[in-house]
Every structure is written in C-alpha cells, then in structure tokens.
C-alpha cells in the first residue's frame, strides 16, 4: 500500500474493563485513538506507509499517545507537540439491551489549538496517495478547520486523492460555526466521500428519495467526488449487530456481503476500519467490487478486536472476504 | 421514586473472575449482595428513598458492606452492627450447558442473631411507600422470623404497602421451624405476592391448575393481596435465557413481552431487579400492564450487569420497555 | 466528631499501577480526590457529620465521583451536578530517586464553572463546628473565588470556626487575578491557617526570619487567626520521608513527634490527612500538644493509605501518636 | 475408573487475555498444557488413578509444570527432570470470523530428548486398564518416538488396553523421519484409535468413499484395533461451533448428540477431552452409545473450561449427556 | 527428609490485593492456609514426606483447598471430606506504623466438628518420625481437641516424636473449656515445644525470671520435652522486623543469628516456618545450633514469599544460614 | 544525542507479578529485552538516533517485539525476520535475602541463526557516532560472532566508535568455541571496554593487582581502547545495593558518587542504563567526571524503573547527578 496521510485528533481512550458500569470501574483500559488515526494505523496494518498529522500536548500523556502511534507502525514525524491538554475519552461496554456509553472530554484539547498554517502541507503529502480527514476535526475549532482546509487543498493542488468522513455531531461544533458553513467547502476537495442520505440532507440541503439519487445530486454540487460509500448497520443488540456496506461510483452500486456479528467485542472504531479497507481497496483490487467487500470484511473483523485500532492483516480480511468466517484454529 | 423499606441479610459475594471453576481461581471478585438489598439499590437508582434495614458484624468487614450499599445510594441509617460473622456467598460463572454454581457460607451470621424487638420499625416505616421482605429472612432463624413478622405488622398497621417474594428453599430452613409453619402468617400481611404455583403448593397447600386459579384460591386465604407475580425463565442456556413475567389483579392477567438475553453476563439478582421494576412500576405509571412491563425490562437489564445490583436508570429501562433492545451506541 | 464543611473540587485520579512510568501503562487506577474532599472524608473516618460542597458535571462520571463520597461516608446533599467536565489528574508513583508526578488536566471544568450565590450557605452550614477550604479553590476561577469568600463570611456570621490551607501553585492562577489580590481577603476570615513562611512572604508580603515570628506579623494584619501551623517533610528519597508538624497560637509553638515514614505506598493527600487531624484534635483533645500530635501521625499514616483518602480511624491513629509505630499483627 | 497411563510432552500455555492479539499482550495468562496429559487429567477428575509420564526440565519452570498436574490429581511419580527446555506454545483467543492462532515453540524441549530405555514401562504400566499416546510424541524425535514404541510394546503384553490419538501435523516431523515411517508401527499395538478418513489416506495410504469402510480398510492391517472414533466440528465462526462425534466397532456406528456450543470460552482441548470421555465410557458404562454420548458431552463441556483441562466431573457430563443443556443456576 | 505428620483445619485466606484496606478490595487473592499445613509444605519443600490430616467440607471450596495442598506436594490422602463450611480468614496488608489485620471468620467450619475416632492415627503415623500439632486445634472444639489427644498418644506408642506450637489466643476457646484444662494433657506427649515464658506462666502456671528457668521448671511437670524453642521479634514497622530464635535443650541455650527483615512482603506463616526449618534441622544436621541457624534463616525467607507457605528450598535456606543475604541475582 | 547503533537478540521477558515465585504465578508480565537494545533504548530516551540491528523470528511474537522497540523510538529499519524461534528469559523478583531469579530459553532462537554477511554494516553504520556490542552474542553461534565481528570491523573502518560490553558468562557458550578464542578479536576494535579485572584475567589472561594496572596491561594488548569502566555493586539485599562506577581513561581514574538503592523496584538492565549514560555522557559533556557522573546516576534511576528498559530523560538523570536524590514530587 503506498503512502497515505491522515489529519485528526488523537484521543486517550479510558474504557471499563469488561461490562462494569462507569461507576463500577475501579481501573480504566488505556489506550489511544482518534477517527482519522484509526484508518491510518489499519492502512499500516495493510503495509502503507502511514502518516498521522495530529497535535498532542507537550507532556507525558502527549508522548504516551505517540508511542502508542509508533508502535504500531504510524509515521509520527509530522505530530506537533504544544502547551494544552490531551483530549479523553470514556468508554462503558454494553451487551444485549444496554447499548455502549461514550463520554467525550475533548474540549479546549491541544489539538484544537491549531491555528491555519501550522503544517507545512506540501511537505507532509509529498509522495501521498491519499490524504483523509473527517468531520469531526473541522467541529473542533476554526483553525482545526482552517488547516483542514489548507490540507484539502494542497492535496488537490498535488494530485493526492482526498476522502472525507463526513462524521456529522452537531454537539461538536461550539466555537460559532455550523457544519453547514464549513462541511461544503471542505467536501468539495473530495474524490471519495463516506456520507448517508441523513448528511445529505442536514449538511449539503441535498433531498433524495435513496441513496443513489443523493449521490448524483451530491454530484451536481461536488462535481470531483468519485465515490460514494456508505455502511449499514442492523442492531439486534448490543452484542449482535448485522453489518454491510455499498459503493457507488456515480453510475454502479457495489454492494458487499453482510456480516453477522454475532459476538462484538468492541465496535467503536468500526468505521474508520471501514474507510482503511476501502483505501486499502481502490489502490489494490481490480474492481470496486472487491473494494467494497474488502472493506466491509475488514470493518467486520474489527468487532472483534480490542481498542480502536483494526489490527488486522491484509491476509487476515482477504480469507474473511473470501468468505471463511468459520473462525477455523490456526496453528 | 417514594420511600421504600426493604429488610434482610446482605452477604459479601465473591465471584470467581471470568469462567473459571473455584479450584482455578486465584483470586475473587468482591461485592456485597442481597435479595431485599437489591432491591433497594435498584429502587434507589429509580429515584427512591430507599432504606435497607439489616444487622452487619461489627468488624471492618460489616463497614465495607455498609459502605458497598451507601455508595449506591442506600439509607443505612437503621443498619445495626453487632458480633458475629458476615455471611458469605462463593459463585463460579457459568457458560453454555455448565451452570453456574453458588456455594452460600451464611450459617450463623450476626443477621441470623437478629432477635424480637431489634428494630423500631414504626419509626423505621415512618413515611414509607412500600415495606419488602423475602421468603429467605424467615428461613435464617426464628428472631429473622419474628423481626420479619414485626415489620409487616407495623407496615400494616401504618399504611405502608408489603411486597413479599416467597422464595422458598427448603435447605435454609435450619433451625428447627417449617417454612409451611411460618411463611402463612407474613403472607397474611402482604399486598403483593411473588410466587408461582409450586411456591402455593409446597407452602400453602393450595393447589391450582394455573396461575390464575393458583391466585384465586390463595385470596380466599389471604384475602389483602391484591397482586400476584411471578416471572417465567426459559433455558436455553447458561449463556442464553428468555425471560417474561406476569401480574395478576385477581381479575386480569397483565403479560409482558418476553426478552430474549442472548449473551448473559451475570443473572444473579435477576428477580430482585424485577421486584423492584414492579415496585416502581405500581407507584408511577398509569396501567398495570405498564407496571408488569417496566418491571420485566428491568430483569432484562439485570443479565447485563455485573454483580447483583441492577444499577440502571428508569429512562434506561423505558428505552427497553419501549421496545428499543438494539444496544446502540450513546455518545 | 461534631459537623465540618469543605468546599472545593473533585476530581477523577487516574494512577499508574505499581511503579510504572505513564507510557508503559496500559490501565489507570481510578479513584475520586480533591484536597477539601479529602480533609472531609478524613473527617468522616474520625466520626464527623462531614458535609462536602461541590460542583461535579452532570453525567456518569460525575455520579460515580458522588458515589465515590458518599460510600466513605461524605454528606453529598449539597453537591450540585452542572453542565461541564470533570477535572481529571494523572498520578505516576515515584521511587527513591525518581519523584512522584502528577498531570494536572482540571481547565474549564464543571467546578470551575461556579458562580456567586450558587450555594446556600447559611443553610449548608447550619450547626457546623468548622469551615475548611484551601487555596486551589479560589485560583480555579473568578466564580471559585467568590464562592468561598461568600462561604467564610456565612461561616463567620455564623459563628463556625474557619481553617484555610493556604496552597500556592502559582501557575493555577489563570482568569486573570492573582492570588496576592485575592487571597488575603478570604485568609481575614479564618481562626486557623496552613501555611509556611514562604507562602507569609509570597502571597501577604510578610518577611520574617522565623516561622513564630512571621506568624505574629500575619497575627498583625489577620488578627483573627487563632493557630498558625504548618508541616516539615524531610525528603531522603520519594520512598523514604520523615515528617513533622508545628502548631502555633500566638504564645507557644506546639511540636510534634517527627515521622520516619520508611516504606511510603502514596503521599498524595498527606497534608489533607494532617489538616483533618488537626481539626479532630482541636475539638477532641484536651491540649493544643495532643492536637498536633494526633494531627501529625495521621499525616504519617496516610503514606500507607492507597489513594488521596486518609482511611484511618482515631484508634488507629491514637495507637501511633501514643508512639506504638510497630505495626503489629491484628487478629 | 481405573489407572490410566498417558505419555507425552508438557508446555507452558502463555495465552493473551480476553480478545486482545499478541501485540497487545502486557501480560500472558500461564498454564500448561500437553495432548496426552489433558487426557490423563480428565480421567482423574473422572475418578481415575492418572499416571501421566513425561520429561520435564529440572528447573523452576518444569517443577512448575509438574505442581500443575499435582495440583489437579495427576500422579506425576514418573516423571523425569532432565536438562532441557519447557516446551511452550502462545495463544491468541479468536471470536467470530478471526480464529484463534497458536505460537509453538517446542523445539529442542526436554522431553524431545527422551531415549529408548528411559522409562520402565512395565513398572508404570503395572495395573493399568489403558495407555494413551498420540501421534504428536513420535513427531518430536526419534527418541521419543522410540520410547512411545517401548510403551506401546509394554502394554500389549501386559494386556493394557492402548489409544492411540492419530494427531497428523505435518510440520511437526522435522528430526528426519516421515509419519508414515513411523506411525503404523505404533498404531499396530491399538484397542482404539482417533483418525479421520484423511489420517487414514496421508498416513496409511488408506482410501475409502467414507469412514466406516476407511475403518473396515485400517482393520485389514491392523486387526487388533477394536474402535474408531472421531469427532465432527461444524464451524459457524470461532465463538460458534457444532460438534459431535462417533465410534466404530467394526459392525456398527454410535453417532453422539450434536451439541451447539454457542458462546465458546475455550477450544483448545476439546479433542483431549474427547478422549477422556470414550475411556471413561468404555470402562463404566453398559453400552457403546453411551460411551460415545458421555465422550461428546464431556467435549462439549470443554469449550466452557478456560485453559486445556477439561475440570469437569462425571455429574456434570452425565446431567448433559442426559440432555440437560440447560445451564441452571445450581445453589 | 523422613515422614512428616501435622494435623489441623487449612483456611481460606482472602487478601486485599497490595495495601488497599478492607473496604477498598474489589477483590481478594485467595491462598489456602493454616498454622500445621503451612508446616507441612515448608517440610514438603524440605524433601520430607509430609502428609496433612484435616477435615475439609464436601464441596467446591474444599476439593479447592486440598488441591492447593496436594500441587505444592503434601499427601493429601488422609484428608476427610464433611458436611460443614471453610473456615476462612482475612487478611489486610498493613505497612510502616499500620499493621496487618487479619479477621477470622473460622467458626463451626468442618474441622471443628471432628470426633475422637474420627481417624486412624496409626495408620497415619505409621513409618513417621515426626507428629506436629499446635495450639489452635484443641482451641477450635472439643472433638478437635480429643482427636489431637489421640494423635499423640499414638505418635508416643509409636515412637514418632511430637512437636507442639503452643499457639495461645485465648479468644478461640468458645466450646466451654479453657486452654488451662486441655492443654497440658498434650503437651505432655511432647518431645519439642514451641513456647515463651509468656505461655509458660499463662497456660501451665509456670513462672520464671527467664526462657531457661521457664523451661527447667516445664521439665518438671513434661519431663519428655527434650526441647523448648522461641522466636524474638523486634518490631521496628509493619515493614521492618528483626528476627531470631533459640533453642534450649535442657541444658544449653543455642541462639540464631539476627535477621533484618528490611521490606516484609508477607510475614504471615512465620511461625510455622520456623518449626519445619527446626523438624529439618534436628533430622539432618549434626548440631543443634546448625538446627536452629537452619530454622531462623528459613523464617527470614519466609517473610518475603507471598502467602503463608514457605515455598523455598534447603538449598535456598542453607546459603542464607551461611551468611550470604546479598539477594544476588542468579541467572 | 547522535546515532548510535547497536547489535544483539532480543528476547522476550516473562517476569512474575510482585514477589510471587515461579510456581505460583498465574500470569507473567511481558516485555522485551536484550542487553544492547536496552542500551538503545535508553539512548532513544536520551535524545539520540538508536538503530538496533537484530534477527527476530518471522511470525507474530517477532513482530510484537519489534513494535515494542519502536514503540520507545528505536529505528527499527534494519530488522530481519527470519524463520526460527523468539528467545524468552523468565523473572522472579528477589527481595531481601531471596535474589531475583532468571531463567534463560534462548537456545536456538532466531538470531543464533544469523551468518556472515547478514548484515550491510556500511549501510547501517553510516553517520553513527557509536557502535555498541556486548559479550552475549559471540556466545549464542559461530553466526553471530562473525556477524559482529564484521560489525566491529565496519565501524572501525568507518571511524564509528566501538563500545564492547565483555559481558562473560561461561554457560553461554555452547556452540564449540570459547570466550577465549573468540572476545580477544572483537576486543581489539573497541574505543571503549565495559569490563572488571576477573574479565582481564578470565578471558584475556591479563592479571593484575589492581584496575587500573589491568586496564594499562590490557592497553598493551589492544592499544585501540581510550577507556575502560565499570561499575561496583554493594548488595545490601536483593532490596537495597549501593552501586558506583569509574571510568578509567588510561591516566585518570574518574569516580564517581555511590548511590543507594533503599527500595528496588527492579534492577534488570541495570548495567546497559550505565553503558547508555555513558555514551551520553561520553558525547554530550565537557568531561569524564561528568560523564562518568551522568552514566552511574542513570543507573541508578534504572532500578527504580519496570522492565529492562530504562525509560529516563537526560533532565531526570541530571536532577539526580546534580545530587538532588529527594525523589520530590513533581506537578
């Protein structure tokens, strides 16, 4: 997999171990995790050269965070290390009925302390074949918006291809600008978008009867995009969940087998992995048929994985997209 | 929530952690745990005032009991410290067809040394809703016994509203009393009853080809009851039950909807949860099959909660009750 | 032990097990802790109506920081759940060499967030003995401060006694004063101060060559204080303290023994335990020599205690000031 | 149950707890484990006289290893400590479609240094009813293979009945011999033997259109062998599998229940325990169908069990045996 | 080592992890334990053949308990298994100025309800040289105490040679009798007793100015008693102790060196450990300050093994009885 | 810091948790570890470019190892992974009398399989300022003597300065050859030689009265080395050593300040911290004194840290070699 370069928080993640109430835990799971950082450490999983951009705090949790990047095999060479905070998160597992809690604690974050021309863009997508954000980043705070955009554009400028989580919280957005104000501007360097027919409509104003029809309309809007994605999630509970995915390349829907999580172990972080088999997809695979059902096998593995972070072989996706879900022993 | 009173033993529970049998395990998972306690937590954590009344040994033991209920939001104000030991109870989780397995060590605790004239319970009831007790109080020693009966009958002569939950075991009752000699004369005091057919039979002598019939015949006994409950449990395994229950007005069935728990983290305190669902239910809501149907969520929930206590939130068992078992994701 | 109220933040501690450094941790202990809790629930242990006044947020983790109170005994009536985050602090333990060290991350929490009047003093002090607060409060912010100002006039009108920890961290001062405008103020209101010649100079301005001396010329601008008192710690290594105290009146300088403290397991919370002490002492005790005493071995107990909570009783730290340091086996 | 004999290495198991991959891994949960020895230590939680014989180093890790099957009834009498290395494997637990994923490092073990003439069969073997091997040993090393062909002899001359687990794992062969060098001596000496219609193809040359007449064909070169058996595993995903098995007694096929094991705990074994079973059944009970059904049921069981001993009693196997698949609580 | 025979009730030992007090432990390390059988395995370690003879409950918890015996070598097959509970015992970590706290919770276990007859002591003392008791046993019931009387007396028939831990908590005699009427009957069996002048005076009425006088005068009354032995305990901290011990054989004092126990891990089982290191050294070493020397140096050790067992070797003893306590590192 | 490079296998490393010994653990903790990446590990943390060159087996516990360098900033860019085994060292913690213990399995690992030419020396050593290699690895095979010998011949070449740990254990060498035929020419390209005077006489046959002489008789020898250090260890206990160090530059013999060691958490790479200070210090500061000074008090900091690793900064070292050993706790 060739280089790819991901732009987005990095959060410390505290999680209850097993399926305590938060005010049961007398310990916390540490680890670490941010949307974009997630599909950058699951593209370095599938043997991309991947590069987070991120700011962390200048102190020891901010150094923790980019161990914890490095070791599993992030290029941290462009992370900022700056007065501020380091941005939590909260994590109660649920099962059955009782769905799983998240707790944010991001805000007034180092990270969001980025100010437009902080990265030296040109340098850090020198050689990249994708860059990623989502749409949390832009949420945060102006500059972080600000310098996504600087991001977008010199991808554009470039030729580095461009995809867009477009994650839509409105709780995010405190500092005085909506989604609506940011998102359009930020989609528009866009080849690739991950978006319902719920964010058409919320962010871009774009109706449509289903998905398809959203896309072209998008299209109309966004002439760049090239596809359009999407997953589908079933919830029998918070233990079984049924998942698949569809791409749409302005003309086809590919649309993936659907996997029956019947035992999740965790799921936050489910669709960064999604996005990360994508990528891994489009550079790879022959067809955007196998695009998609790579990546759905690769966010269909994910569940069963501890933490945020996919780490999962290409290998391991490929025997499950072949259709092995048999679990088999391997020795 | 109202007031309500609950009165019985609290045991320190001590679990094996995972699914390992009693002779792997090199350490215990520890919590404090009993019927009518659960009860109270439950009911607390629905908003009540809730009082657990109880004799704990007077060693650093009997505080940490103590302190396990106040942290939860339990009234420990009438509790009594005196000689003698905290009673015990040692579990091994169960999987798939293996069971799990509860060794009780309560033989001789300082709540069996409970005697006639222990508690002031006018003052105690003062203001309360509701007065629970269980079959398993009278079962511990003839002074259990008394102080249980002397609740109820201040409970009555006060007002205050008596739920029992006839929970025989025959093993328990040691010294030297029948529960047939004992149970009629609490039961006589009850306004709610949770008992199934064979509970009439073995105790009772009553006799009945239903529930409804079974019902009937005992009002004819014990003419104040004015409800009756019980829940039913299918087995598909240690890890997988159904679970629904029932309230009967003495003219109308009122069923609940049956939840299927497919991935079961601890049942224990799976009827304490329901009793107290019920009990809420019965103060707050308009119909008796709401009432039925709150409570039967409730136990649901239990089976995802680790220990005994079902430290869940009304809304959280109106979003179930409600229909939404999908365990999504709340950020 | 007669009523006492503090006033201050709390927040969740997340510490490293054992010895290891933050970027090897891979969980955090979790416990609740603030410098005025901890004085509270000191208290408690020692048999206080201890009333603690705070803001936490209002969501789980704020419940479980309650909860955290309330099991060890804290009156939580007066707390006030509000929109906002919990202050956290990171803990990693030191050994010989190598110090403890702690990552503040309390900004912007929810506690901060208070404004004048958001308290009823005068009904939250009702019948208390003594009104404690330290010197991080009013440096959180411009709200923090006016509340404990208003917290020290109440409990002067009202005849409650007032001690103030006199904590300088300059670098928490960050809305805009300084603690040399605003400390003397709310200081004009106590009858006992923890404080050291440093902090007479830093803060008030006052020179002196000695501690006596310095608290005579504190006496001259703050004639209300009755006690002056501060602790010594002798630092041979993180793992090996010697600590004593001192407790002057105005006439004589009361010493207390001096503490080889050889096997420390955490000093966090080690100055709470000794203001918690000293106010046991000073209603309990016949002289002002007993008063320090017992307030100095129980500061030397806390360095045993996991977490900031001084969980000791007054027998037990009876038995150390009476000078049984042995630790004896009790069966 | 009577003595049963068992030959063949013991490994530390160092597995990763919960789901977590080997990257993840701070910790590893340690037991030990061995094919033949999982036998051996089933039997004797069925009652028997257990003699499990093996070299293990002579250092802290091989005395460890021999507590382990002290620890559970095993008599571990004659075992040798030599010079040498504790065999190891490495365990990654997988859940739905990742499997889990074992790490051996066995090379160059004490027990691969076992010589003929190292063990005195016919003292070991004194009273036994059964000696069980499996074809892992003979893959080790020629000694061991040597020593397996000892035992083998031994017992058929002392009229100890012998099974024979024809364990296939081509990879293992690496001191220069071939299995199908070396496993049709041994398998000559069997009463029972556990293979597959694949065994029989790879190992003896044996093509049949399916088992029975595989059978019939093995029979042919090897008479004394009485019963066949395997086992069939229907993998749904790692956390779901059906399994069953059946015998073979040269007439007629004993075809087991199927149980479904819907939430597995712990697979590694099951095959050991499967064995167990059959001996145990072919000792104690009046029919081969219910030797076979005791065999499948005591397998089921063991996806519950954590580690690789199947701890369970000759109760607990019959209640499921007797389709109790249940789980109920037992108090 | 020859044949070793110690008989009394093994506990559960439930421990707060670390230093954590009783109302933090969420859970307990659980160990198995008691005065005679933690002599039994430190013999076990020893070499000797050392078979333990108690009552263990019929159930889960026993076969636990025996199981922990029978892994760390004792012979477990004199152990009968009753109706009745474990007695079990809790143990808190104390350190520096806090000691341990243990909480018994021992009473009516199955041990206690031991009868005369309930074993078969020539039988089990056949072949032993040494019959070990304390005085815990006869403390815990009078069937208790009437089988101990018996074991002795066959041990003297015998010849096997008896040493008693005159173990003296006048809070465990709670059947009726004082340890003034049983204990002398026992002791008088006795060839070594473990005692100080303290018990000399208290149980048997002897007085002395010092340990040799005390044991002249006990000579005349137990004129069997070939030798009387003592430990010394200086108790710096809960941390920190100096130990040694003597032993007198009616006619010369044989003094151990002084150990500095710097950092106690666990002293609990020291005692004990000093009476197998003692039966060790009066089997095989030429001298009896050898003996003693030997005994002191296993105690020491034993401070800093976790549990009550005193899991170390002859070797490890020997090099520390030499003089070298460096704690080198072996590799 | 400038590059460093260094050379050797990497194990994995199963300690005991807390003071347990092997027979009682349940569970090891896991790191990795490797005296020369030990000491490029703690360069990393010293600011320099640490490249480790090591063969690790082609598989998942490899590549755990590998991340786990990374993870602390080791560039792991000239790793090969090859077939073969991981090598491990199991750990029990010593404490007072009890020495730690380990255990090594590292025969026949994968980097004993490294051959001549392996390795672009020129590659990997250009820009480095030091090369470091220990007496480990010519002992594991002929392989790996030759690769570092080529190593030591590349970097002489090259003018990178050669640092040689003749670290000597005689139970290494199993391959045919001894430290005699092997060390001398290895030796004979090293600036700097971590050695005491019994290496002198064992392996070169230099004896002498003293260090000093008999680093001037090994000058004579290998004219090459410009310094000779070591390091002098006091061993209190297994809790508490003094330890010092002194360098010697062929004149002046540089000492330097003794520290002690009161409470050790864990003194396992205790002597590649003092190498790793000592390149440092050799690079980074005016003089000898204070290098020698900067290399013992990382030392000491070691034995304060878990794992092999020592993860200081050079502003910790410093705050200790200025002598402020007060172990202050840091906000």
Redesign the interface.
Known sequence: MKKIVTFGEVMMR?SV???????????????YAGAEANVAVSCAYFGAHALHVTVLPD???G??AA??L????IDISAIKFQDG??G?Y?L?N????????????R??SAFSQIEKGSFNWDEILQGADWFHWSGITPALSRGAADACLEAIEAANRLGVRVSGDIYF?SNLWQYGKKPQDVLPRLTAGCDLVLANTDNFKEIYGVDAPDFETGCLNMKKIFPTIKYFTDTTRE??????NKISARLFDGTNTYQSAV?D?????D??GGGDAYVAGLLYGLQNNASLQTAVEFAAAAT??K?????DYN??SVA?VER?MRG????????
């Open positions: 505290l171990p097993g399926f305590g109430r938060f005010e049961q835990a007398t310990n916390f799971d540490v680890t102190n020891a949790l150094q923790a161990q914890s490095r070791k599993v095999g905070r380091l939590t909260y109660e649920g099962t059955m009925a009782r769905g799983s809690k998240i707790v944010y604690d805000v007034d919280r919830q029998i509970s918070a233990s079984h996997y999580l019947t035992h999740i172990v799921r936050i269909a593995l569940h069963g994985i501890e933490g780490l999962v391991e499950l092995d879900a048999s679990g088999r022993l391997k020795r």
